[in-house]
Structure formats: C-alpha cells, structure tokens
C-alpha cells in the first residue's frame, strides 16, 4: 500500500495513476496445500464471509475497471478482492 500511494503521488503529474489489487485467499497452485488440508481449510472459510475460496476470475472485474477510463480520478487506492476477509 505505501509503495501504490508514494508512486501515485509521484507519477500523478505526468497523468499516470498508480493503484493496486490486493486479493484475499484465492483457489490457486500456491494454496493448494491449505485447501487439501481439511482443517486448516475450514478455519480459513469460517473467516471469509462469502463463504468460498476466491477465483483468479474473481480480479477480472476490478481489473476491467482499474483498466478503464471509469477509475480515471482514482489513484493510490489498494482494493481488496477477498470475499469480505478485511471487513470483519
């Protein structure tokens, strides 16, 4: 986060915005281990309030956006794709 607000703040001047995805617990090859393991899987679901582990299809849709003329005024901004972990 404080390396998206300092370049965000640097790089706002020539008109480039700089923000970022922060994803929560996606279904990946990297957390195939805690997904395989039945306990520690479940601990971790009981903590996102949607319930399910994310989707790398999940990012599309902010992604479209930060990509898009509809963030134009948003920059240094982190946001949290994670299924509502962060609002707990």
């Known amino acids: 986060m404080g390396l998206t607000r300092l370049l965000a703040c640097e790089w706002a001047p ?4 700089v923000n970022a995805i922060a994803p929560g617990y996606m279904a990946t ?4 281990p805690l997904r395989a393991d039945p ?4 601990e971790i679901l009981a903590r996102i309030p949607a ?20 963030s134009c005024y948003l920059n240094g901004f982190t946001i949290a794709v994670d299924g509502g972990w962060l609002a707990r």
């Open 29 to 32: 090859d990297n957390t195939a």
């Open 39 to 42: 306990k520690r899987s479940q």
């Open 14 to 17: 020539h008109q480039i915005n």
């Open 51 to 70: 319930g399910r582990w994310g989707t790398p299809d999940d990012l599309k849709g902010i992604a479209v956006f930060l990509a898009s003329d509809a």
